[in-house]
């Protein structure tokens, strides 16, 4: 299984971006993300059928998780960026038989994309 995670830059704060990751439309899929010298946590994740969404407290309010299982993308759209949302953002999956449920920690997703980054500047 292959994930690649894209759409990254550069933005100014108060701007907006959406990382697509390509994914199988059979697993769960978070984001997660990694500032320098900082531990990879979680933001958003999805379930495997695409009607259950969770969030970290820092992202509930301004981003935005989706999938489109025939194109077997998966969404993260962010609104109102801050400098602090500045990371390597990673998509990674995992198998689920619960078409609900998704997992939140790194160590319950079995498969990693490589980091797509995001700058947001002040």
């Known amino acids: 299984v292959q994930l690649q995670a894209f759409g990254g830059g550069l933005v100014q704060a108060g701007d907006s971006l959406r990382l697509s990751c390509t994914a199988s439309?059979?697993?769960?899929v978070g984001w997660f993300r990694q500032a320098p010298g900082e531990e990879r946590t979680f933001v958003a994740g999805?379930?495997?059928?695409?009607?259950?969404?969770t969030y970290a407290d820092s992202a509930k309010e301004r981003f935005s998780i989706s999938r489109d299982h025939a194109k077997n993308m998966v969404y993260l759209r962010m609104n109102s960026l801050k400098p602090e949302d500045t990371a390597v953002y990673y998509c990674?999956?995992?198998?689920?038989?619960?078409?609900?449920?998704?997992?939140?920690?790194?160590?319950?997703?079995?498969?990693w994309g490589q980091g797509t980054q995001v700058t947001v500047s002040s």
């Open positions: 990674a999956s995992h198998r689920s038989f619960s078409t609900l449920r998704v997992n939140t920690t790194p160590g319950g997703f079995e498969y």
């Open positions: 439309s059979g697993h769960a």
């Open positions: 999805i379930s495997r059928s695409g009607t259950s969404t």
